[in-house]
């Protein structure tokens, strides 16, 4: 539980995200085609490069939540206007471009990695972020092959850059290409990395674009629990791994709220409160964010993100059409 100081030093950072969100989410409106999350990114961006104190000790607790706590109650909120016949549909109906893309990610990484000279825990980190869940997959490698800072420090900075450029560049070239709302959910849903990033740029591009892509990418979350029980096996020497290491908390309260919702036991207007709380998130994130965080990747670490992200967006629309999905 959360203690009365801890409150009050969550309380400051936290009404910030709101107030940038409650702007971005106006902002949004005036420009559907750019949404208020993508809003929410750059305005956190700006403000905390205008005023370097936002970063401070003061606001950096409620940021932090706002970009954690947050996000992962929005995505649990989102749930609940979802059907569990329709997570089934999706998720049967977006195999074959989940696996084969999550393929190109871990293939790519291990070619690519020789090749660029990116090698060990560093090119495993890249390679599972990109193919599965962005942070999240990184976090939960790193707790078993007990990666070092540095390397994951890599990771992260690359598969962040690849966000932000995901959030701002997916939404105008979907359009450009003419992408349905359910072809470009399919494709956010697995070419981007972290979730957050999936759904701004999903909810930003309209229609139901926003639920289709959350369902794919939390569906493509799922891959994350075979890929760190074979690392785990590999390195565990024989210890035993948390399970909360293996599947996300959030994913799991997103599933409860899919069947609490079929079953008619959450009231359906809940579902309307996601969207912004994903912006309140983005917002939390966009405030936090430090410029040297996009120099930390380094060069290569950085170049082999990027080669594998563009590979993963290309193999994604090309299976679509293959497989009519486009």
């Not at 702007?23 to 490069?49: D, E, N, Q, R």
């Not at 607790?61 to 706590?69: E, I, M, Q």
């Not at 979350?221 to 020497?237: E, G, N, Y």
């Not at 290569?300 to 090309?318: D, E, K, N, T």
């Amino acid at each position: 539980m959360l203690t009365t100081t801890r409150v009050h030093h969550v309380v400051p950072g936290l009404l910030l995200a709101l107030g940038v969100a409650a702007v971005a989410t106006g902002l949004g409106k005036l420009v559907p085609v750019v949404g208020g999350p993508v809003f929410a990114i750059v305005l956190g961006v700006l403000a905390s490069t205008a005023l370097p104190a936002l970063r401070g000790a003061r606001w950096a607790p409620g940021c932090g939540v706002a970009s954690t706590t947050v996000l992962q109650l929005s995505i649990v909120v989102l749930g609940t206007g979802l059907q569990v016949r329709q997570v089934l549909h999706v998720g049967a109906e977006s195999l074959p471009v989940m696996l084969g893309t999550l393929a190109v990610a871990l293939g790519g990484a291990w070619l690519l990695g020789r090749l660029l000279d990116v090698r060990g825990d560093t090119r495993t980190l890249i390679g599972v972020g990109t193919g599965i869940c962005g942070a999240s997959a990184i976090a939960a490698t790193t707790a078993v092959i007990k990666a070092k800072q540095t390397q994951v420090a890599y990771a992260l900075g690359t598969i962040f850059t690849c966000n932000i450029a995901a959030v701002l560049l997916f939404p105008p070239l979907g359009h450009l290409l003419g992408l349905s709302p359910h072809a470009f959910g399919l494709w956010a849903g697995t070419a981007i990395n972290d979730t957050s990033s999936v759904v701004a740029a999903a909810y930003a591009y309209g229609g139901d674009a926003g639920e289709y892509a959350l369902v794919v990418k939390l569906t493509r979350t799922l891959m994350l629990i075979p890929i760190v029980l074979f690392l785990a096996f590999r390195t565990s020497r024989g210890a035993t791994v948390p399970w909360r290491r293996v599947v996300p908390p959030f994913l799991l309260g997103f599933i409860a709220a899919v069947v609490l919702g079929s079953l008619g036991l959450i009231p359906s207007g809940i579902a309307a409160l996601g969207p912004f709380l994903i912006t309140t998130a983005l917002a939390g994130i966009g405030l936090s964010l430090r410029p040297d965080d996009l120099r930390k990747a380094g060069h290569r670490p950085l170049l082999l993100g990027v080669l594998l992200w563009l590979a993963v967006a290309a193999s994604s629309l090309g299976l679509q059409a293959l497989t009519g999905a486009l």
